[in-house]
T-cell receptor
Framework: DSGVTQTPKHLITATGQRVTLRCSPR?????VYWYQQSLDQGLQFLIQ???????AKGNILERFSAQQFPDLHSELNLSSLELGDSALYFC?????????????FGPGTRLTVL | GESVGLHLPTLSVQEGDNSIINCAYS??????FIWYKQESGKGPQFIID?????DKRQGQRVTVLLNKTVKHLSLQIAATQPGDSAVYFC??????????????????FGQGTILTVHP
């Protein structure tokens, strides 16, 4: 158990819908990262927050957005869902934001878009 | 663009053998490298890391080797056990890029190698 929690574990929804994925980092970690894992793209970095502020952005679609709240939990919002958005979404956390501290991953949320 | 690729997508070994998983990275300026293990239905689990100022680092039953000359990273697992069966990913952290250094903690992952250990 990494100490990172994610909810829900599974999510099934329809195209065009909007969903919110939630992540709670390990106690003491200020940085949260979101990754998408799909069969054809592998693990792709989406976005990073540090202490409430956006730090780095990857190949995140405009239909996706994220935020980190004062209690340091983070949410990833996916809207206008398409079939191709079906994937595993992982959250990771680390103490600081430099990337050379270990990123611990949560168990993931499996999103299925029908 | 940036990419981290693996030479072998699958590796099958017998229990007790040593395993070597290889990874080629593309960004010569990357300064930090990590190996993760992912078991079915779980998130990636940190195994070992190495900074670019080192060429070898050892952990418990695992060793990571870094060859910056040829941009190659390897993970050696000693006395491989059935519980080591998983997908192994290498990842690199590129240096900050763009105005204000926008790549902070971003990791670029390889596609993964499936390790199967037969009892």
């Amino acid at each position: 158990d990494s100490g990172v929690t994610q909810t829900p574990k599974h999510l099934i929804t329809a195209t065009g819908q909007r969903v919110t994925l939630r992540c709670s980092p390990r106690s003491g970690d200020l940085s949260v990262y979101w990754y998408q894992q799909s069969l054809d793209q592998g693990l792709q970095f989406l976005i990073q927050y540090y202490n409430g502020e956006e730090r780095a952005k990857g190949n995140i679609l405009e239909r996706f957005s994220a935020q980190q709240f004062p209690d340091l939990h983070s949410e990833l919002n996916l809207s206008s869902l398409e079939l191709g958005d079906s994937a595993l979404y992982f959250c990771a956390s680390s103490v600081v934001d430099q990337g050379t501290d270990t990123q611990y991953f949560g168990p993931g949320t499996r999103l299925t878009v029908l | 663009g940036e990419s981290v690729g693996l030479h072998l997508p699958t590796l099958s070994v017998q229990e007790g053998d040593n395993s070597i998983i290889n990874c080629a990275y593309s960004n010569s300026a990357s300064d930090y490298f990590i190996w993760y293990k992912q078991e079915s239905g779980k998130g990636p689990q940190f195994i070992i890391d190495i900074r670019s100022n080192m060429d070898k680092r050892q952990g418990q039953r695992v060793t990571v080797l870094l060859n910056k000359t040829v941009k190659h990273l390897s993970l050696q697992i000693a006395a491989t056990q059935p519980g080591d069966s998983a997908v192994y990913f290498c990842a690199e952290k590129p240096p900050p890029s763009g105005a204000g250094g926008t790549s902070y903690g971003k990791l670029t992952f390889g596609q993964g190698t499936i390790l199967t250990v037969h009892p």
